[in-house]
């Protein structure tokens, strides 16, 4: 399966050390991951909520993952929620025998994003490509208006 995934470029690798060190919706903190979508589109909106609509970023860019689809545990919206809230310990219990979480967006709710467990046992992803994104003024002057 490829994901897809839209961040500035220094921060363009799999080690999910941002997620390990703040947590995030699927993962707390302690628990290295990496989100991703199923499509750009999809990742340009989730970078776009919550870039400052002031100033348009330079130094993004969309990076292709590549990993096994038979890993990839398909979660519902209900088992979800919480999960940022778990302990780093209790997520390992519960969450660490897919490497891959499938998770519905907020955002758009009938497409998909891909949170990546690097520490996870049987994790396998590669970076297939990256590419520098520019965004499109439009979605700024749309965004701020």
Not at 76 to 86: C, F, K, P, T, V
Not at 121 to 133: D, K, M, S, T
């Amino acid at each position: 399966m490829t994901s897809y995934r839209v961040v500035r470029r220094k921060y363009a690798d799999l080690s999910g050390d941002g997620a390990r060190l703040y947590g995030g919706r699927c993962n707390p903190p302690g628990i290295a991951a990496v989100y991703s979508s199923e499509n750009i589109a999809l990742a340009v909106l989730e970078v776009l909520v919550h870039v400052d609509k002031a100033e348009m970023p330079s130094d993004y860019v969309v990076m292709a993952i590549r990993f096994a689809g038979r890993r990839v545990r398909r979660g519902r919206r209900a088992e979800l929620s919480g999960l940022g809230q778990l302990t780093a310990g209790r997520f390992r219990e519960s969450h660490f025998h897919q490497p891959v979480l499938r998770v519905p967006s907020v955002i758009v709710p009938r497409e998909y994003n891909y949170v990546l467990l690097p520490d996870a046992q049987g994790f396998e992803a590669e970076v297939a490509w990256i590419e520098p994104l520019d965004f499109d003024r439009r979605l700024f002057s749309f965004l701020a208006g």
